[in-house]
């Protein structure tokens, strides 16, 4: 077998139709599994796999397990020489997933490859592909800098973007999450994802163990997949989903960074959540009132 295609899918069943369907007509001259786990969906995503793609691999969870306990549970399936981690809310646009097996079989010193993503549009996803740091998470996740314009587009284009196009072959520094090419030897060792988190960062992390192990991170323009974003976070409930989120966060720089870092972002997430509180609270008060309240 020489890929295994592994996705997680909770309630996006349109989106995973979308997805399965691009990966049947479109990934060619390679022998490829398809393995989805499904998180206790109530859309009818379970039926539909099992009537249009009964040659999938369908694990049928009765909770939600997030994307890394699905992941988790797909990468201990698979039995490809690689493994292909790809979000529902994606679409493979082209037949050139042979030609990035190709580039790893040929550069046998990569543990990861990042393909081109782009938008439903047609535009390119500049994905953070160099990394993080402490200041770009506080930037991207916090209300920290709202008083400070453009600080979250002065700390993605410093750290994340650089204004590079995304044409060429490059070594990075961090992969885009929602769709990467690993060994899988690579991807059950140290790139294996870390059940203290659940939804968010992993890539961050996994990023971060593949930089300490040597292995290379490659960007390869030559393969690319569409990219829908946040389909299966919005089916999960606003105040759990911010919460998720800055749990994730904090586990990140609990494991990656300095422990003032940890203390100093813990006591702002704190903060956050309960500027978050009062900001709900305050609008569903408003709904509340009378509607000449409100004019």
Wanted: net charge positive; proline share 3%; aromatic share 12%.
């Amino acid at each position: 077998m020489d890929v295994s295609i592994c996705i997680v899918n909770y309630n996006t069943k349109d989106l995973l139709r979308a997805c399965l369907l691009s990966i049947y007509e479109r990934v060619v001259e390679v022998r490829f599994e398809v393995i989805i786990v499904d998180n206790a969906s109530s859309d009818g995503s379970v039926e539909m796999v099992e009537s249009i793609f009964p040659s999938a691999r369908l694990v049928k969870n009765r909770e939600n397990t997030y994307y890394v306990g699905g992941n988790r549970q797909a990468v201990a399936l698979a039995r490809g020489r690689y493994i292909f981690i790809l979000n529902s809310d994606t679409e493979l646009t082209d037949r050139h997933l042979s030609q990035a097996i190709q580039y790893l079989n040929q550069h046998p010193e990569v543990g990861c490859l990042s393909p081109k993503i782009i938008n439903p549009d047609g535009s390119i996803l500049h994905t953070n592909v160099w990394g993080w740091n402490f200041w770009l998470l506080l930037a991207t996740y916090s209300h920290l800098f709202a008083f400070l314009p453009g600080m979250r587009e002065f700390a993605l284009r410093r750290v994340a973007w650089r204004g590079w196009d995304r044409t060429s072959i490059e070594e990075i520094g961090c992969f885009f999450g929602g769709c990467a090419l690993f060994p899988a030897e690579v991807l059950r060792g140290v790139a294996l994802f870390d059940p203290r988190f659940r939804m968010y960062f992993t890539e961050f992390d996994q990023s971060s163990a593949l930089k300490r192990a040597a292995w290379k991170m490659i960007y390869f323009p030559g393969f690319v997949v569409m990219h829908v974003g946040q389909a299966s976070s919005r089916k999960v409930r606003k105040q759990v989903l911010n919460r998720m989120i800055l749990e994730d966060l904090l586990s990140l720089q609990r494991k990656h960074g300095s422990w003032v870092g940890y203390a100093v972002l813990a006591a702002l997430m704190r903060v956050e959540l309960r500027l978050r509180s009062l900001a709900r609270k305050a609008l569903a008060k408003q709904d509340q009132s009378p509607p000449e309240a409100r004019d």
